[in-house]
């Protein structure tokens, strides 16, 4: 019997890569459920390739036989009886419900939506405690990271060291990166990916993000999850031992891989649908500290993460407003850090434990954001 698939998000970068690993897959899984937000045309495309059993798109669209849309489609798709994983493609804060309700439903959820992790990570932990289901991360690093941990109990566990990339800025002046363009920020060194993930990886939000993450996937406290700047981006993460031991996973930068490991953990089954590994293309392999003074927002992250309760919540809320507007052209590169500390400066800390507390910081932090961004 295949195993029935829900993609939120499948006309996204990882919505696509889940579709095109599943189509090498066919005996394994089936797709049941497609969501997208608004391309109305590549859903469509997907739904006559892939005949889910149920569509839905969240702005517009019709609601006959098998099709839903409004945001309520998310939940749907998620909890649908035939479903027993869901893939999580959607950008920001919007795939929290998602999330949550497939966790209670007892479904496992492979998780790119790392957005949500962070804006409410003791809720879906409990969630997936709770209701049986089970976090898969999607993303490379944490992929990585289980896969070196595969076996191992949290005694054995020390330290982590996830790698970045550096982003398109890593070699540029600091007071040139200030004034960057959009399309400066969207022309990443080593990943083809959305717009938001790609300026986060700019300014190096999407690593701290990946650091709260990291902490809530295998509850490790912060001083365990370290960052190394990698340009070649071979090397996903270093798990290090109580031993002192260490291990990597490496591989071609590629989505398909963690993705297909998220549908398949703990087993792992013949692919041959991407680039082998070969060392010597792979070429010199080189790692560097993190320039603090290069990426403010990542400080700011790390910071949010140790204050804990709501602060995660306003520091990704702030960063979800402040990359829509530069991405608009409303701000420049700059502001979106400055943005994220003014925001992080002006919010009241408070417990993170109730899904109307997260709701109501990530309210409060947009609006904050907008004011700083502007003023
Ligand atoms: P993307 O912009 O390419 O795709 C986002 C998808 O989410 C689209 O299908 C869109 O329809 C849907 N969406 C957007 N807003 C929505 C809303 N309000 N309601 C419902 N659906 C909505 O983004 P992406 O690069 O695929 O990233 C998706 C997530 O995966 C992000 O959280 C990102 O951080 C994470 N991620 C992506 C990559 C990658 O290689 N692209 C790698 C690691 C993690
Ligand atoms: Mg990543």
């Not at 690993?21 to 049941?32: E, K, M, T």
């Not at 649908?80 to 007892?106: F, K, M, Q, S, Y």
């Not at 550096?166 to 060194?189: D, K, N, Q, S």
Request: with cysteine.
């Amino acid at each position: 019997m295949s195993v029935g698939v829900a993609i939120l998000g499948s006309t996204g970068s990882i919505g696509c890569s889940t579709l095109q690993v599943l189509a090498r897959q066919r005996d394994r899984f089936r797709v049941i459920a497609l969501t997208a937000h608004s391309n109305a045309e590549l859903l469509a495309r997907q739904a006559a390739e892939w005949q889910p059993a149920y569509v839905g798109l969240v702005n517009s669209g019709k609601g006959e036989g098998g099709r839903g849309k409004g945001p309520e489609c998310l939940v749907e798709a998620a909890t649908h009886p035939d479903v027993r994983i869901v893939v999580n493609g959607i950008v920001g804060a919007a795939g929290l419900e998602a999330t949550l309700a497939a966790l209670r439903a007892g479904k496992r959820v492979a998780l790119a939506n790392k957005e949500t992790l962070v804006m409410a990570g003791e809720l879906v932990t409990r969630a997936a405690r709770e209701g049986g289901g089970e976090i898969i991360p999607v993303d490379s690093e944490h992929s990585a990271v289980l896969q070196c941990v595969a076996g191992r109990g949290p005694t054995e566990l020390a330290r982590l060291i996830l790698t970045a990339s550096g982003g398109p800025f890593r070699t540029w002046p600091r007071e040139r990166i200030a004034a960057a363009t959009v399309a400066e920020a969207l022309r990443h060194p080593t990943w083809k990916m959305g717009k938001k993930i790609t300026v986060d990886s700019a300014t190096l939000v999407n690593k701290a993000l990946e650091v709260i993450e990291a902490h809530f996937l295998f509850g490790l406290g912060y001083e365990a999850v370290e960052v190394v700047v990698h340009p070649q981006s071979v090397v996903h993460a270093f798990v290090e031992f109580v031993d002192g031991s260490v291990l990597a996973q490496v591989g071609f930068p590629t989505m398909e891989l963690p993705i297909l490991y998220a549908l398949t953990h703990p087993a792992r089954v013949p692919d041959a649908g991407t680039r082998r590994f070969d060392p010597v293309a792979a070429g010199s392999l080189t790692f560097e500290a993190v320039e603090a003074e290069l990426y403010p927002a990542y400080g700011l992250g790390r910071a949010a993460a140790t204050a804990g309760g709501t602060a995660p919540t306003v520091f990704n809320a702030a960063n979800e407003i402040a990359v829509a507007l530069f991405l608009e052209g409303g701000i420049p590169f700059g502001r979106i850090a400055q943005t994220i500390a003014r925001v992080l400066d002006t919010s009241a800390p408070a417990e993170a434990d109730t899904l109307e507390a997260v709701l109501a910081a990530d309210t409060a932090a947009r609006r904050l954001a907008r004011e700083a961004a502007c003023s």
